[in-house]
């Protein structure tokens, strides 16, 4: 059984830092993209960065370009969210998800449960 179980949500001040992250057990492959999204009410689900497992070459969103970076530890099967400068337009849920990707949610096969971020001002 596939599992993501993502960790490191909570309540910071703008201009704060954060970690999220997201260890995957029971998938056997090693080809695949992990990428995180969030999610704020009443708004769609949105890609936030990915990243490839074999090479880790990453993207990310104009939105968070040059304030978060995403990470994996191959070994360990965990991949991290390193957010910094955060802003209350940061404040969502944030989900991992694996899959052949890269962008779009549809090509993500399995997500996590989502761990929650606010950013208060």
């Known amino acids: 059984e596939v599992q993501l179980v993502e960790s490191g949500g909570g309540v910071v001040r703008v201009g704060e830092s954060l970690t999220l992250s997201c260890v995957i057990t029971?998938?056997?492959?090693?080809?695949?993209?992990i990428a995180w999204f969030r999610r704020v009410p009443g708004k769609e689900r949105e890609a936030v960065s990915a990243?490839?497992?074999?090479?880790?070459?990453?993207t990310y969103a104009d939105s968070v370009k040059g304030r978060f970076t995403i990470s994996m530890d191959n070994a360990k099967n965990t991949v991290y969210l390193q957010m910094n400068s955060l802003s209350p337009e940061d404040t969502a849920v944030y989900y991992c998800?694996?899959?052949?990707?890269?962008?779009?949610?549809?090509?993500?096969?399995?997500w996590g449960q989502g761990t929650q971020v606010i950013v208060s001002s």
């Open positions: 998800a694996v899959g052949s990707g890269p962008w779009h949610e549809d090509d993500f096969d399995y």
């Open positions: 990243m490839w497992r074999l090479n880790h070459r990453a």
């Open positions: 029971g998938f056997t492959y090693d080809d695949y993209v």
